[in-house]
């Protein structure tokens, strides 16, 4: 079955490939270390609160970004339909082939 997908690899053109991958963040993230000149504490602002949770997925080509969607909490079945649906769909072409990782909301 490798084999056989490794063949059909070398059928494909890179250029009808449209990568997904998600990420999250929290709006309140900031570094736990800096750099500063040797034997000085470095002090800087951080928030007080824990911020937001968010989530940024996106599509790709070679010819870069062509969809993505920012919305708050975690990715669910729900969001990424909306997603698909919604904002990649529209940006499809004939021939693309959409290729993404095995998270379970997929």
Do not use: C
């Not at 911020?51 to 990424?80: H, Q, V, W, Y």
């Not at 529209?90 to 082939?97: K, R, S, V």
Request: no cysteine; proline share 4%; hydrophobic share 40%.
């Amino acid at each position: 079955m490798r084999y056989e997908f490794r063949r059909w690899l070398d059928t494909i053109d890179v250029k009808n490939l449209v990568l997904i991958d998600e990420t999250g963040l929290n709006l309140a993230m900031t570094r736990n270390y800096g750099r500063g000149v040797k034997g000085e504490r470095v002090y800087d602002n951080r928030p007080g609160n824990q911020g937001k949770n968010m989530t940024l997925i996106g599509a790709m080509s070679d010819e870069g970004l062509i969809a993505t969607m920012t919305f708050p909490g975690s990715l669910n079945t729900t969001s990424f339909l909306v997603f698909i649906e919604q904002i990649l769909l529209p940006q499809l072409w004939i021939g693309a082939i959409v290729v993404m990782d095995n998270l379970p909301v997929h």
